[in-house]
């Protein structure tokens, strides 16, 4: 058995010498079945540098994590490299970032051996061996970085202490061992020093396109940045295409990030500014900043969006998204968010988007249609609610008005809401029957947003529907939250990226006003004239009257599940196409499609009953 090479903790429990006996030959004998484990399994490492994806898992930089997706398996492999190794390691997942009720593999010691575990955390942040070992370890490895450990767990298990890893935001959590345990349940979550990542695990598995003999590439990066030393800091810079700069089409662009600032840079986004205004002021400073031009907030035409852990966007071989020439501004506006929960000073960083386009134009521009709700007050969400959903429209009048004969092609989507945003889902239905998922993320979270290939292109013809889902959590929240641009407001999108480029660059809803109305009437004669419907008030100070019982809570989700729409069927000049949008009936959906079910792992060897001891001190495990 290898030794770890630290001694027992002065204060740990040691055990009998008959029960230290036992634990020897029942450790020895998993060290054998260890190493036949890992004999058997060499051959299982994916192929090639088998790694696509990387990131770093706390602000230090200690911790590093690579993974491969195979969709055949139904696997994923993970490399976890922890450069700075102490007492031990914990590594997992769970719904929402928190560390009570996760999904763990633990690399622990006892003073003597190490092990690595299959856990789970309960509601209490103790720590408890799976009965069900589901993580597999492949390898473990000294390496001149430190640590690396090989492991695989499948997507689902079945097992009701794992997590499902599904497509989405995964939040993963870490914890670092500082000193040894005498064993896996003396160890509290709440004693470690512990974090959490963001990041989309399950990456479509597309084909890189052909790229043309012309592409050129250009960068958009701040020069030379401070970065506060404040946990978040959203930094704008304003740059400009050169004069005279035709028409091009990006066919693909990808992150530029300082080295050394992995884990620092938690998105970018470029935008295309207005094209009403000939000019935009010079401006390179925080977001918020009070010397922020206001003509800034013009700049909101996405041109291009990358989070932590993403790779480079490829745009379909027959389409492009064009930029330059007439009719479009020369100006750009760049957003960095930094994330620096350690407040570090001092640190300069010149990241950016590096955007690769060509002259020789392909057969379609690519659009981008905003699809959800429309920023208005009149949808809102009650206080203290912990899964309250609003729903958005793009009906069937308006896509067979709008679109051509042919239909369009959604390949991307990047999902938008504000601070209280948990869920996100749109589909497509046709025929009063949902057909497909166009994007879903059940553990959405507004502080990790990217826009994100999807798997399966999309199809919308004239006369589909398609339905924009947000669940929200206001648990924390004593006022009524509101539709709006604020940040402490609402918002439910969905920016679909496709093609042919249509007129249609907007398609949403929102429930009529007056029916609206109507309800603040008639909640107020169940509450003895509490709630203002005076003509001068405006809805958020009509939402802040209403005493949120569970009547009028319900009452109100009623409302938007029944009441006419009105509708937004925009142009990219923000005019209406022509007809009837207010007063319009829902949508009716005669059939909805099925949850999706876990799907449970083909019957495998049978998974260790204990934890795997592991040899960490040279070479290969």
């Not at 142009?571 to 449970?600: D, H, M, Y």
Request: proline share 7%; charged share 20%.
């Amino acid at each position: 058995m290898a030794r770890w090479g630290g001694q027992a903790h002065p204060a740990m429990k040691v055990p009998s010498p008959s029960v230290r006996e036992a634990a020897s030959m029942y450790g020895t004998a998993v060290a054998i079945f260890l190493v036949i484990l890992v004999a058997a399994l060499q051959g299982s490492e994916p192929p090639e540098s088998p790694f696509p994806y990387r990131i770093p898992l706390d602000p230090e930089g200690t911790l590093e994590l690579s993974w491969n997706v195979s969709y055949v398996q139904e696997t994923i492999h993970f490399q976890l490299l922890v450069r700075e190794l102490k007492a031990g390691v914990l590594f997992g997942m769970s719904d929402r970032g928190e560390l009570e009720n996760a999904d763990l593999v633990v690399l622990w010691t006892d003073g003597d051996s190490a092990y690595f575990g299959d856990a789970w955390s309960d509601q209490k942040g103790w720590i408890h061996l799976d009965a069900q070992q589901d993580y597999q370890l492949l390898r473990a490895q000294r390496t001149p970085e430190g640590l690396s450990l090989l492991f695989k767990r499948p997507f689902g298990t079945c097992d009701p202490k794992d997590y499902l890893i599904e497509d989405g935001t995964v939040h993963l959590v870490y914890g670092i061992l500082e000193e040894p345990f005498w064993s896996l349940e003396a160890i509290n979550t709440s004693a470690l020093h512990t974090g959490l990542q963001r990041v989309q695990l399950l990456k479509p598995n597309v084909s890189v396109p052909a790229l043309p003999a012309d592409m050129r590439t250009m960068e958009v990066r701040a020069p030379d940045v401070l970065v506060p030393g404040q946990e978040t800091t959203y930094w704008c810079y304003i740059t400009e295409l050169p004069d005279g700069f035709p028409r091009h089409h990006i066919v693909m662009y990808e992150p530029i990030v300082t080295e050394g600032n992995e884990a620092l840079v938690h998105h970018m986004e470029v935008f295309q500014c207005a094209t009403e205004f000939e000019s935009f002021p010079q401006f390179n400073g925080p977001c918020d900043s009070k010397m922020k031009p206001s003509r800034l907030n013009y700049c909101r035409h996405v041109l291009a969006a990358w989070a932590l852990g993403a790779k480079a966007f490829y745009y379909p071989e027959e389409a492009g998204l064009a930029f330059g020439g007439a009719g479009s501004s020369r100006f750009l506006r760049l957003e960095v968010h930094y994330h620096n929960p350690l407040k570090i000073e001092g640190r300069r960083d010149s990241s950016g988007i590096r955007l690769y386009y060509t002259a020789t134009l392909r057969r379609f521009d690519a659009g981008i249609m905003e699809l959800g709700l429309v920023y208005t007050p009149v949808m809102a969400i009650p206080p203290q609610e912990t899964a309250f959903v609003l729903t958005g429209y793009c009906t069937d009048k308006c896509t067979q008005l709008a679109l051509p004969p042919s239909g369009i092609h959604i390949f991307a989507s990047q999902l938008h809401t504000h601070l209280t945003g948990r869920k996100v889902v749109t589909v497509l239905a046709r025929d009063g029957r949902e057909r497909e998922v166009v994007n879903r993320d059940d553990h959405y979270s507004p502080h990790f947003q990217e826009i994100r290939m999807l798997k399966k292109v999309v199809s919308v013809h004239p006369g589909d529907v398609l339905i924009t889902s947000c669940t929200y959590n206001t648990e924390d929240r004593k006022l009524a939250t509101v539709g709006g641009f604020g940040i402490l407001e609402e918002m439910c999108v969905n920016y679909v990226h496709y093609y042919p480029q249509t007129q249609l660059e907007l398609c949403k809803s929102a429930v009529d006003p007056g029916f609206l109305q109507k309800y603040f009437h008639f909640v107020n004669r169940f509450n003895g004239e509490e709630v203002c419907t005076c003509p001068q008030a405006s809805v958020p100070e009509q939402f802040a009257t209403v005493p949120w019982n569970s009547f009028n809570r319900q009452v109100l989700s009623a409302l938007y599940g029944f009441a006419p729409i009105s509708m937004h069927c925009n142009k990219s000049s923000a005019v209406r196409f022509q007809g009837e949008w207010n007063l319009q009936p829902l949508p009716e959906i005669i059939s909805k499609l099925e949850e999706p079910t876990p799907q449970c792992p083909a019957s495998r060897g049978r998974s260790p009953a204990g934890p795997t001891v592991v040899d960490i001190g040279g070479g290969k495990g």
